[in-house]
């Protein structure tokens, strides 16, 4: 009994010592998705921040493919050391409802902290007889897939939140999705679609301008400043309708308790610096830093919904 607790001891000692000491190489920082887009600009800010902070270079490796899969299943393979983390995408939670993993997205992890958060707008080309929801929804029930919805892309979180409306609202409506957010939204200002879930920042610009007719916002409760004047979703006429996209911080699963204080206190620090709060903000994020427990019980709650979703949709990826 001695010896087992004064094992025990040694181990915890071990560990605390090796965190103490952390990090004293290079981090390599995944991102599983291109150059470019909001989860890498989120991984290479919380990248600079932290080389600047323990002195000690982050790369930043871009592994895109598969919707973020490739990039997934390296950080679920590497060694659990504190040197190799993740920025990842809402893609965590959707993509068990839509692919065969070569990992367990729950066992192979340690999801460390959401970083942020926003949610999507509603937005319709002025051309549709609809300036509410219920008016949306009033104008597609009388006429099953009449209207087009765009997405940007197979089983994207703008696909899914147009599947969650038809589905919450018994109406029909159209797919259309494409191969990024630009062409996406062009095509709903030109009218080749009618209807679209971008997010806040893609869409903000064009509502202002009247090209886009803003209906409401998808998270549960209304934004301020820029769009306070959208209802939610809920408060539209759809109880329960939240969604939105989200990025945060993984580890490899088996790393060292300590070492995950360590990384989840610097990030959280690195969240609440001013310019880093302005520059989420700017990007139409709220800026969030939750506990490791928070966010592993969100992104296991994610995974559930949005696989009800996914059924209920029959949403395939061809």
Partial sequence: MLRAAFCTLLCISASLAVADDYPNKPLRLIVPFPAGGPTDLTARLIGQKLSAAWHQQVVVDNRGGANGIIGQDAVAKANPDGYTLMVQSIAFSVNPALYKLPYDPVKDFIPVTQTGS????????????????????????AKPNQLNYASFGQGSIAHLAGEMLKTMAGIQMVHVAYKGVPQSVADVIAGQCQVMFPTITSALSHVNSGRLRGIAVTSRQRLAPSVSELPTMIEAGLPGYETGTWHGVFLPAGTSPP????????????????????????????????????????????????????????????
């Fill in 259 to 318: 070492i995950v204080a360590k990384l989840y206190n610097e990030v959280v620090r690195i969240i609440k610096l001013p310019d880093v709060k302005e520059l989420f903000l700017t990007q139409g994020f709220e800026p969030l830093g939750t506990t490791s427990a928070e966010f592993s019980k969100f992104t296991r709650a994610e995974m559930e919904k949005y696989a009800k979703v996914v059924k209920a949709a029959n949403v395939k990826i061809e």
């Fill in 118 to 141: 926003t949610p999507l707008m509603l937005v319709l080309n002025p051309a549709v007889p609809a300036r509410t929801l219920k008016e949306l929804i009033a104008v597609a029930g």
